[in-house]
């Protein structure tokens, strides 16, 4: 009984926060494009603006359901639902701090991968059902795109994984610092058992895993069509892509996914590559900075933390770079980030034989 | 080829996100002088520029033309305004009186009643002709410049002081002096 009460709040609170999570960084990304181009971004709904996002969502959720008279109605309708529930499944296999997990499962990694492909059919069901050129353009845009870049995505992972081992994700969280099963070293030739903080993260585990997260970061970007790689959406030429003929609660939610999916991701290269919930602060002599700091009240802050960092630099990154060319966009992903990441994913199987022994 | 081309597109990536750091924590600081005739109006490039219009306001010139004002008792009717008007937003008709009706302030005579004198300030360009044409500088540019309304009717300004009943009593008054003038003619 127990169990089943567990098994229903958990995702309750998790949909709770993404959806605080929305409201907040809509604000955040308004006000940060404000001060990133001299202006002062949202101001009159409370204050500094900080009712903004409230209002909208209760601006949203009053209006009607519109369905475009020639819409496939079905496809149109179920659309917003698979992509939220695509992207909120993908948090069911995420630690937030030491045990804190929703469910451990042993393919975890795997399964987020899995579920969160099937977003792509979401969205070409929301172009295709709206039967609307320019939605349809974006979501095949979106396909062709998110495709593509669910292979350096998958490739870096790859990578991290060979040096981790495993693909429980609370295992991969755990093996990244002072609760470590195994022996962690730093760069391959300093034990960091003890010692933890930043340098048991799996990215300093091994130099080469630096340069898969910037792939994954890159990627991942594309991956939830975040500027420079929105091309799907692209306000300036397709209105607003896939989600043109949306409104109310079902734009609603494609918004919510959005977001979810860059929390996701964020949170994803967070328990990956950045450690998860272990501590930055390391051990110095007489100051156990890491020991004070690990516990599960600590584990969900430095996850929030990290990850809302990730978050706020791909604001950061949408309001500085101009959107990509079709082209350019598969150029970037086929002819460098993915070559890069294979050759990241030989180095983790020669560091694996050469350095892990 | 294309390694070069990596390595110019990470550089230009990183250059471009300095510049809108730079901007982000610059956003701390206000743009203190909004006065543009002030000699360091140019020199504050640094932060916020957005001005917060109707609690904050921006100075302007102490000669400002912007929307137009009538002293309907200096007009003396003479349509040249609304001649002037590029945009035909003047729209003048004129009653004539049997005689003088009076002076302006200037001391040209009034032979004309103004039974409709509007001006449609969604229309004005602001170009100012009708005050240099104006003989008794009666229709002036004043330093008004936000008249807000709901109701796009408003922004028709008029400035005829004249009731309906006066401008029918004026209008009888003519048609019986000009009946009597061709009476007197006939006879």
């Known amino acids: 009984m127990d169990s089943l009460i567990l098994n229903i709040l958990t995702p309750v609170a998790i949909f709770l926060f993404i959806a605080l999570f929305t409201l907040f960084a809509v604000y955040a990304e308004r006000k940060i494009a404000g001060f990133v181009q001299d202006r002062l971004g949202p101001m009159e709904t409370g204050k500094y603006g900080l009712l903004q996002t409230f209002a909208d969502i209760l601006k949203l959720l009053q209006k009607e359901f519109i369905s475009p008279s020639a819409s496939d109605k079905i496809l149109f309708a179920l659309a917003p639902i698979l992509i939220f529930v695509a992207v909120f499944v993908g948090y069911s296999v995420i630690p937030w701090g030491p045990n804190l997990i929703p469910s451990n499962t042993h393919t975890g990694l795997f399964f987020i991968m899995a579920v969160v492909s099937i977003d792509a059919i979401g969205i070409l069901m929301a172009g295709w059902g709206s039967n609307n050129k320019y939605s349809l353009l974006g979501s095949i845009r979106a396909i062709a795109q998110m495709i593509s870049y669910e292979l350096p995505v998958g490739l870096s992972l790859i990578a991290a994984v060979m040096i981790t081992q495993t693909l429980n994700l609370n295992e991969i969280a755990f093996n990244q610092g002072l609760l470590s099963s195994k022996e962690i070293y730093f760069l391959g030739f300093w034990k960091v058992n003890e010692i933890g903080g930043i340098f048991g993260w799996n990215i300093f585990q091994a130099p080469h895993l630096m340069v898969s997260y910037a792939i994954f970061f890159i990627a991942s970007l594309a991956e939830c069509n975040r500027a420079p790689f929105d091309i799907p959406e692209a306000e300036s030429e397709l209105i607003g892509g896939f989600h043109t003929e949306y409104g109310g609660i079902r734009f609603a939610f494609l918004f919510l996914a959005e977001y979810a999916m860059m929390f996701l991701v964020a949170m994803l290269g967070v328990v990956i590559f950045l450690g998860a919930w272990n501590s930055p602060l390391p051990n110095i002599g007489p100051a156990k900075l890491a020991d004070w700091t690990t516990g599960p009240v600590w584990g969900v802050f430095w996850t929030l933390i990290k990850s809302l960092f990730i978050v706020a630099v791909q604001i950061w990154i949408r309001w500085t770079l101009p959107r990509f060319r079709a082209d350019q966009l598969m150029t970037l992903c086929w002819k460098i980030l993915i070559p890069l990441a294979f050759v990241c994913m030989a180095i983790s199987g020669l560091w694996r034989i050469l350095i892990m022994i | ?187």
């Open chain 2, 1 to 187: 080829m294309i390694f070069k081309t990596t390595i110019q597109g990470l550089a230009t990536a990183i250059k471009g996100l300095t510049l809108t750091v730079r901007h982000l924590f610059s956003a701390r600081k206000k743009r203190q002088s909004l006065d543009i005739k002030k000699d360091n109006y140019f020199e504050e490039q640094q932060g916020v520029t957005t001005v917060q219009y109707p609690k904050v306001k921006m100075p302007i010139p102490e000669v400002a033309r912007y929307q137009l004002d009538v002293v309907i008792d200096d007009c003396i009717v003479c349509d040249l305004c609304a001649k002037a008007c590029p945009v035909d937003c003047i729209t003048i008709e004129a009653i004539k009186s049997p005689e003088a009706i009076g002076k302006t302030s200037d001391g040209s005579v009034k032979r004309l009643y103004a039974a409709e004198f509007d001006i449609d300030m969604a229309k004005c360009m602001y170009c100012g002709l009708c005050t240099v044409v104006c003989p008794t500088e009666c229709i002036t540019m004043t330093d008004k410049y936000d008249r807000v309304t709901t109701n796009l009717a408003d922004l028709t300004y008029t400035f005829s002081d004249m009731t309906p009943e006066e401008v029918k009593k004026r209008k009888e008054e003519w048609t019986k002096f000009q009946a009597e003038k061709e009476a007197a003619k006939n006879k």
